[in-house]
């Protein structure tokens, strides 16, 4: 294990964004991370949790440690007649467990394919795409407490995942860093194919599912037609989260916006949410927002928004993280004085 002073992370994020850390050090088992907590030059500094670096804004230099989780490995821990438990170290590609499950043929996380990043990354923000979630899966969280050394496991109720979140954001931010997480597959069909875009493919294209690989394929080809390759064009993907109205709200903009899409969000109510009674929660594409007030395919000096899609901030060359989180802010402001309404980011800002 070799702790490196002033390690510039450009290539450790996706944006691409120059800064540096005071230190950096990669952990490649669980007995690093202890060794790293518990030494007394580190213990009360700041510190950051790196994967795939495809959810985070360097805004300056970090002035504290870096760890760049690398621990790897995928097994299975039991299985039956229709599930299947699997455990995958936090430093796998994301994607890469992806495929072990389709590859054998198992249902769960096929809709969550191609999402850039780390499976320690995966619990923080409860990664979810194409009408699916981690939390649909996840078994529990295995992590190591930053001020003990101490290993914890979190139940899925532990974790206390929301939309986009989780407890690993809000009150123990920066207190765990994860090590693993552990999943119900099923050996069972549970194609879930409801969510529009995904729906509307299959049926141009005459996809016919026959399992779980399919969707997957399904959904990594429209991630790739919609989103920019952070390879080409440095990214983050979706810099926004998605907005979330009450019906109230969503009748009122729809007198003005007809056209306005929208996803019904159930939370627990059968049968589906009705308007008339006030039920449910309506997601309305931050996109659509973003559109709206003229940000799409807009570039200002090194950085700008992209021609496709529009909750994609993007870096064309020398931008810093500032320039990044300047146009983020001036986006915020526009969808919020046209229409009353709070983006908030999705990528972490440090």
């Known amino acids: 294990m070799q702790i490196q002073e002033n390690y510039n992370l450009s290539k450790l994020n996706t944006f691409s964004i120059s800064a540096n850390a005071e230190f950096f050090v ?3 088992t669980e007995a690093d991370l202890v060794e790293i907590f518990t030494l007394p030059q580190f213990r009360n500094i700041k ?4 994967g795939g670096g495809s959810n985070v804004l360097f805004t300056k230099d970090f002035d504290g440690l870096v760890i760049l989780n690398k621990l790897k490995g995928i097994e299975i821990l039991k299985e039956d007649s229709k599930n299947v438990i699997v455990r995958c170290m936090g430093g796998e590609i994301w994607h890469d ?10 249902w769960g996380i096929e809709n969550l394919s191609l999402i850039p990043g780390t499976v320690g990354a995966a619990p923080m923000q409860n990664i979810g795409a194409y009408g699916a979630e981690l939390k649909d899966v996840l078994e529990n969280v ?5 001020n003990t050394g101490k290993n914890k496991i979190f139940s899925k109720e532990e974790c206390k995942f929301g939309y986009r979140d ?21 050996k069972v069909e549970t194609k879930n194919i409801t ?3 995904l729906q509307e493919y299959l049926e141009r294209n005459k996809i016919e599912i ?19 390759d952070p390879i080409i064009i440095p990214n983050a993907g979706s810099f926004f989260k998605n907005v979330f109205v009450k019906p109230a709200e969503l009748e009122k903009l729809k007198k003005k916006y007809p056209e306005i899409p929208f996803f019904w969000e159930e ?3 059968s049968p589906q949410p009705s308007p008339s009674k006030g039920e449910g929660v309506i997601k309305v594409p931050a996109g659509w927002f973003i559109e709206q007030c003229g940000w799409k395919g807009k570039r200002i000096g090194n950085v700008g928004v992209h021609d496709k899609q529009a909750l994609v901030l993007v870096n064309f060359g020398g931008a810093t993280g500032e320039e990044v989180l300047n146009l983020a802010n001036k986006i915020m402001t526009a969808v919020k004085e046209k229409f009353g309404l709070g983006l908030l980011p999705e990528v972490n800002l440090i």
């Not at 295995?142 to 930053?146: F, L, V």
């Not at 989780?166 to 099923?186: E, H």
């Open 26 to 28: 990669e952990a490649h």
């Open 47 to 50: 510190k950051v949790f790196l």
């Open 97 to 106: 467990l992806v495929t072990f499950a389709v590859d054998r043929g198992l």
């Open 142 to 146: 295995e992590a190591i407490d930053i």
């Open 166 to 186: 989780s407890i690993f954001k809000n009150d123990l931010k920066g207190k765990y860093f994860i090590t693993a997480v552990t999943l119900k597959l099923s």
């Open 195 to 197: 969510y529009k875009i």
């Open 210 to 228: 026959k399992n779980s690989k399919d969707i997957s394929d399904a959904v990594s080809r429209i991630r790739k037609s919609k989103l920019p």
């Open 267 to 269: 939370k627990g109510i």
